[in-house]
């Protein structure tokens, strides 16, 4: 009648290991794809010497500069489809995303700030954070009364508000955004839109996105059942015994800081958050601990092969990654939407 | 002396600063099926909760099995007393028997994948309730009354000692109503207790040994249904005059005198 008791465990395993083949095999692609391709003959010498840390040949130096690329753009892509599983349980709506729920457009205020007053670029990066983490917050603290949840729950907890009060948000972000963008001196002006246009023409091999990544993946994994069942049941998940309180003010700090690694690295990049974990739901259903994983993996590759697209498509001229993931995203999304209407009716 | 499984000391409740109980003294032992009656608004579902350990008493205390209900740690209260809310909004496509098998999740402290265990008494508590066959469905695709024998279902494999029951007949048919109602019976006579909301007087004579009206204004009667379903009381807390018709050996309960509508607006006909 139903599944084994191990499939689940199995099933995981495998998905977990195809997708971990399928990111490899992005990566591979994105090193040797280029206006100056990497012949595959040359790949495992070039590897080797990459990974010892002094590229030598031309081939190394490639892979050395489009590997770095491609490692900032999976970390980007990844964490921007574990935020958006998190969001999305958060808020019980598979329609939230860091962009929807303001968090993004939160550190786009910080770092153009940042940018508007010439600040240095780690300044950038603290100012994109700061945005981040406090929408999240502000976020939390508006809707801490109306998500309900733990014992001084005064009614049961109505998720439209959260995402209604992130719309709101964002929207008052983007006001000042625009602001800051017609205040700004011309010299300062080029280098703001640029940051805007979520683009990985500048990212190179980083540490901190791998470690906030890794941390969210594992803390994540820990939580994946309660997260189950918190999206099954909202507020009513503790007459199961989950903490709801906890593991929202946990999701919604993970977000954030995952969103501000995110935007930090790679700019404005749209709908990975919103198409990638509605992919994953759709092929492997909706139990966290797969799920999580997944999207993850899919995350990461899928803005490895956009990145990959963006600089061959048209070389030498380079595509912002982010006109190419909208691009991507939007008819994939309206097809499942439309596939998923046809079944249900 | 076994602690009551629920034991209330002067339990008030108030909702937007209305009071709805005052001074609740309320004791349900193992092997009673209580039932609460009362008109819309009264407090039913916020005693529920409260008692459930949802959100606290607004004066009183709670105690369940001897211990403040604010005292237990959530899983062990998870073991203790189950939860069917009023309503349900799924908004994810998990399977019927995903959302059985989350109801073991008191239990998993030491797991994280359920164990053929867990399968046993999912499968089971879905067979009890008689939908076995829709375990792999989208919960999204159930019918109202399907997915709210799902629910039970879910309530059913948590396996408490306590089973607290927001109206459990929504949406149900009448066979179906019927059978939950024995059920729940029948866990009482295994020695678990169970309290129930309910607007079906039939359903609550028949299925619980024990009654709690609440009147909407603070007032209440607790105990046995012989002594506090009897129709001055139901008429006095309800608001409208109820008859009690002995129909063989059964006691019928019916709303008494056609239903009077000269307090509503006049239905406005075409000219």
């Given at each position: ?111 153009l700030a940042a940018l ?230 | ?91 994810f496509a998990y399977r ?126 607790a105990g046995a249904t ?46």
């Amino acid at each position: 009648m139903s599944v084994l008791p191990a499939a689940s465990r199995t099933r995981q395993r495998v998905i977990v290991l195809v997708l971990t083949v399928c990111a490899l095999l992005a990566l591979a692609a994105a090193g040797l794809a280029g206006s100056v391709p990497v012949p595959v003959a040359d790949l495992p010498q070039a590897l080797a010497s990459v990974l010892s840390g002094a590229p030598d040949t031309m081939s190394a130096t490639l892979l050395d500069l489009r590997l770095g690329r491609a490692s900032a753009a999976f970390a980007t892509g990844a964490a921007l489809a574990l935020a958006g599983v998190m969001m999305q349980a958060l808020v019980r709506n598979p329609l939230a995303d860091p962009y929807v729920l303001g968090v993004s457009a939160g550190a786009a205020v910080g770092a153009l700030a940042a940018l508007l007053f010439g600040a240095a670029l780690w300044m950038v990066d603290l100012g994109a954070l700061t945005g981040a983490v406090g929408i999240s917050l502000l976020l939390y603290l508006l809707a801490r009364r109306d998500l309900g949840g733990g014992r001084g729950a005064v009614r049961t907890g109505e998720s439209g508000v959260l995402l209604l009060t992130g719309v709101v948000l964002a929207s008052a972000c983007m006001a000042l955004v625009t602001l800051m963008l017609s205040v700004a001196p011309e010299s300062r002006l080029r280098g703001m839109v640029f940051w805007m246009i979520g683009d990985l023409a500048g990212a190179s091999w980083r540490l901190l996105p791998w470690a906030v990544l890794a941390a969210a993946v594992l803390l994540a994994l820990r939580r994946a059942r309660a997260l189950n069942v918190m999206a099954l049941h909202a507020d009513a998940a503790v007459a199961l015994g989950i903490d709801v309180a906890a593991q929202r003010r946990f999701l919604f700090l993970c977000s954030g800081l995952l969103t501000a690694c995110a935007v930090t690295t790679g700019g404005s990049i749209g709908f990975v958050g919103l198409v990638v974990p509605h992919a994953c739901r759709y092929a492997f259903g909706p139990d966290h601990r797969i799920l999580l994983p997944a999207a993850t993996l899919v995350g990461g590759s899928f803005l490895v092969v956009a990145d990959t697209l963006a600089r061959t498509v048209l070389a030498p001229q380079q595509l912002p990654v982010g006109v190419l993931t909208s691009l991507i995203g939007v008819p994939v999304f309206l097809f499942q939407l439309h596939q998923l209407h046809l079944r249900r009716r | 002396m076994i602690p009551p499984m629920i034991s209330t000391q002067d339990l008030t409740l108030r909702v937007d600063g209305r009071l709805l109980v005052e001074r609740l003294d309320w004791r349900v032992n193992a092997g009673e099926s209580w039932c609460v009656i009362g008109p819309n608004g009264a407090g039913k579902s916020t005693l529920l909760r409260t008692v459930a350990g949802l959100r606290p008493p607004d004066g009183g205390t709670v105690a369940l099995a001897g211990k403040p209900v604010g005292d237990w740690a959530l899983p062990a209260l998870a073991r203790e007393r189950a939860y069917l809310a009023q309503s349900r909004g799924d908004a994810f496509a998990y399977r019927v028997i995903e959302t059985v098998l989350m109801a073991r999740h008191p239990y998993h402290a030491d797991r994280y994948w359920e164990g053929s265990d867990d399968h046993a008494a999912a499968e089971a508590a879905l067979r009890t309730l008689d939908v076995a066959h829709l375990a792999e469905r989208d919960v999204r695709t159930l019918s109202g009354g399907e997915r709210q024998r799902v629910a039970i279902a879910a309530l059913l494999a948590q396996d408490t000692p306590l089973l607290l029951l927001d109206e459990p007949a929504n949406a149900l048919d009448l066979a179906h109503q019927v059978a939950v109602t024995e059920l729940m019976a029948r866990l009482c006579r295994e020695g678990r207790a169970v309290v129930s909301v309910g607007h079906d007087l039939n359903l609550a004579w028949s299925g619980a040994t024990h009654a709690l009206l609440l009147n909407g204004d603070g007032s209440w009667h607790a105990g046995a249904t012989q002594d506090v379903m009897r129709p001055e009381l139901l008429s006095a807390c309800l608001g409208h005059p109820i008859a009690a018709i002995a129909h063989g050996a059964r006691t019928v309960f019916l709303p008494d005198a056609p239903v009077a509508i000269t307090h509503l607006a006049p239905v406005r006909t075409t000219q």
